[in-house]
């Protein structure tokens, strides 16, 4: 058994602060809370840009849903309607990505536009071009700060482009400096027009793993207010390590305080029926809770089905050979109770937990006023830390795979 799934210093002051002046009911409110907020807190995304742009394209990328599936939203259509459209992330309802109708039209006014768009119930834009940002881009840009929002610049289409060099002439070109020259472009272009330094991303829908794709990512996660900065991260693809790698993290600060609740579930639940049909659930923790998290765990890792299935398709990969490579249960097989049941019987667990709560219990006595003298805490936490790494494991070698050239 690992010690590296045991709870960390980090942890432990984080919980210790979390508890400190709160009298105990309160602070396990709190806990809730803070876990309900995260389905709870709505983000808004607009994607604006001219028509043909590849708005739609984009927020199919952005949301994992391919341009053929049910519900993605419609590209390469010439765009009629006036009003926005909105698409909701499939496994974060509470995400939400706008498609706007087109900019640039004769006679568009950057002010009457984000009227018109109810610019309001927008967290951020995004401004898509596939070419120069022109002055529409710009007077929507200053309209959008002087309304007090956030915008950001994305040059769509860079794989054309490049494919454009390589059919071309320019024989002995290197890809950095093509990307650089673009870059520049741009940049001077919105100096020129006013925007003070402004910062532009490539990007390519066709070529999701490269280029500025993770860069953007990062930059809006960073600029937004914590709590929704947490379910915007945990619903953006999974094109690149570095955003397996923060999901993990995210995830991982997360265990205290479903380990926390699922005691309480179980104080309840006992409660309320002690005739149990599954009467190792109180001495464990709970398993519909702990199925429900591993459950997040598989989506957001994009393991499940669908995920595989999109990803397959992405980079031109048999499903079959992705799955191949997953070696946990949890991402291979249906989640249910028996699973981790078997798990915390199988590998002597909750001898696990009583080590993780007994360092609990250290610094934070209140730990075993919960239900099983706290081992229930100890447990869960268990579980989860050990499935979420096997999990995120697992997410990587079918990223690579994905990735993996055939030559
Ligand atoms: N080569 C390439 N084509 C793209 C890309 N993004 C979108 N497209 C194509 O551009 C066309 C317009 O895209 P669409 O998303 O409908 O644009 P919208 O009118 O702004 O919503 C479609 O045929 C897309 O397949 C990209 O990154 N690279
Ligand atoms: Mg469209």
């Not at 309209?143 to 956030?150: E, L, P, Q, R, T």
């Not at 790698?245 to 309480?264: E, G, H, N, P």
Request: contains cysteine.
């Amino acid at each position: 058994m690992d010690y590296k799934y045991s709870i960390s210093e980090d942890e432990l002051q984080e919980m210790k602060n979390f508890f400190a002046n709160r009298d105990f009911a309160e602070a396990i409110e709190g806990v809730k809370k803070c876990l309900e907020d995260i389905d709870r807190v709505p983000l808004n995304i607009a994607v604006t840009g001219e028509s043909g742009s590849g708005k739609s394209t984009f927020i199919n990328v952005l949301r994992g849903v391919g341009d053929e599936e049910e519900g993605s939203a419609k590209t390469g259509v010439v765009e009629t309607t006036k009003v926005p459209t909105s698409y909701f992330h499939p496994y974060h309802r509470n995400v939400r990505y706008w498609d706007l109708p087109g900019i640039g039209t004769p006679g568009f006014k950057a002010t009457d536009y984000l009227k018109l768009v109810n610019f309001d119930q927008y967290d951020f834009f995004l401004i898509i071009t596939t070419e120069r940002f022109k002055e529409c881009h710009i007077l929507l840009a200053q309209a959008i700060k002087a309304m007090g929002k956030k915008f950001y610049f994305l040059r769509s289409k860079i794989d054309s482009v490049l494919n454009g060099y390589r059919r071309g002439k320019t024989r002995n070109y290197e890809e950095e400096d093509v990307l650089k020259e673009i870059r520049e472009d741009c940049i001077k272009g919105l100096r020129a027009g006013g925007i003070q330094s402004p910062q532009v991303f490539l990007l390519s829908c066709l070529e999701p793993e490269k280029y500025d794709f993770y860069l953007v990512q990062k930059t809006i996660e960073e600029d937004l207010p914590r709590q929704k900065r947490h379910v915007f991260l945990l619903s953006q693809p999974n094109f690149f390590q570095q955003a397996l790698d923060q999901k993990r993290r995210t995830f991982a600060l997360q265990i205290w305080k479903w380990s926390i609740v699922s005691v309480m579930n179980i104080t309840t639940w006992s409660g309320a029926n002690t005739t149990s049909v599954v009467p190792y659930l109180s001495a464990n923790g709970d398993l519909t809770l702990m199925v429900n998290v591993l459950e997040e765990y598989k989506k957001a890792f994009g393991l499940d089905t669908r995920s595989l299935q999109l990803l397959a398709d992405t980079f031109g990969k048999d499903l079959e050979d992705l799955r191949s490579v997953m070696r946990s249960p949890a991402a291979s097989q249906e989640i249910t109770q028996q699973l981790v049941y078997h798990h915390i019987k199988g590998q002597g667990v909750t001898d696990m937990g009583r080590i993780v709560t007994a360092c609990v219990s250290q610094c934070f006595p209140k730990i075993s006023m919960l239900a099983s003298g706290g081992v229930a805490f100890g447990t869960t936490f268990w579980i989860l830390r050990s499935f979420l790494q096997d999990m995120a494991e697992d997410a990587t070698r079918v990223l690579s795979k994905a990735l993996e050239t055939s030559d």
